[in-house]
């Protein structure tokens, strides 16, 4: 079936430490992995996606990794600050972009503590 | 460029009421993609629209539905509101290419709470 898992739910960390969140996803097929930020009363929005032909993407203090053997892909953040605080959710894209479909994670709650 | 946008914002009906949401997609974007977003259970798709089409659909009872028109705008109905259809309508639009997820942003939601 079409599932994504994510762990941990809620995440404390201090200032300028790292956060680490896991994702795994059910369908082999899956080849669109993006990753959304959503503050109190906002949007999901995206920060950062990668597609099943690449192993890892950076962007500035965020990166992505994905081990498509063991259908897990990763969110890292490093030095994180106050403003990174908010609620992550991974997603994949089932049957392989047949439609623009997403199963999103249940969720993180990160929390950066100053 | 503007976003996606979701009319009304904010929304208060009756148990047993009906209702229609709508999502005007980012221009270019042909597809439109329906979300419930609850604290229990995150954000669960409802279904997609691509070209006036439903390409998708979610495990979502037969109240839901929806469509969408010509140039892309896409509206979602529920039919005999229950109190647990109170909830965060989130659509989100993209490209809509086969194979290839492009795009893909959210609206700001319909907060829609039934008593």
């Known amino acids: 079936g079409e599932n994504v898992e994510q762990h941990p739910s809620t995440l404390s960390v201090q200032e300028g430490d790292s956060a680490v969140i896991k994702c795994t996803y059910s369908d082999s097929a899956s080849n669109y992995f993006p990753w959304y930020k959503q503050e109190l009363g906002k949007r999901p929005q995206l920060i950062i996606d990668i597609r099943s032909n690449v192993g890892e993407k950076k962007d500035q203090r965020i990166a992505v990794t994905l081990n498509k053997t063991a259908k897990h892909f990763s969110l890292h953040i490093t030095e994180t600050q106050p403003e990174d605080s908010a609620v992550y959710f991974c997603a994949a894209n089932p049957h392989g972009g047949a439609t623009n479909k997403l199963i999103f994670g249940t969720g993180t709650l990160l929390a950066v503590q100053p | 460029k503007a976003g996606v946008t979701q009319t009304p914002r904010y929304l208060i009906k009756t148990r047993g009421q009906q209702v229609t949401l709508s999502c005007s997609p980012i221009s270019g974007h042909r597809s439109v993609s329906w979300y419930q977003q609850t604290p229990g259970q995150g954000l669960q798709f409802l279904f997609e629209?691509?070209?006036?089409?439903?390409?998708n659909k979610g495990n979502f009872p037969g109240r839901f539905s929806g469509r969408q028109f010509s140039n892309s705008r896409s509206e979602m109905n529920v039919s005999t509101l229950e109190l647990g259809d109170s909830a965060l309508y989130l659509c989100?639009?993209?490209?809509?290419?086969?194979?290839?997820?492009?795009?893909?942003?959210f609206g700001s939601g319909t907060r829609l709470t039934v008593v």
């Open positions: 989100a639009s993209s490209f809509g290419g086969a194979s290839y997820v492009y795009g893909y942003t």
């Open positions: 629209y691509f070209s006036e089409t439903q390409r």
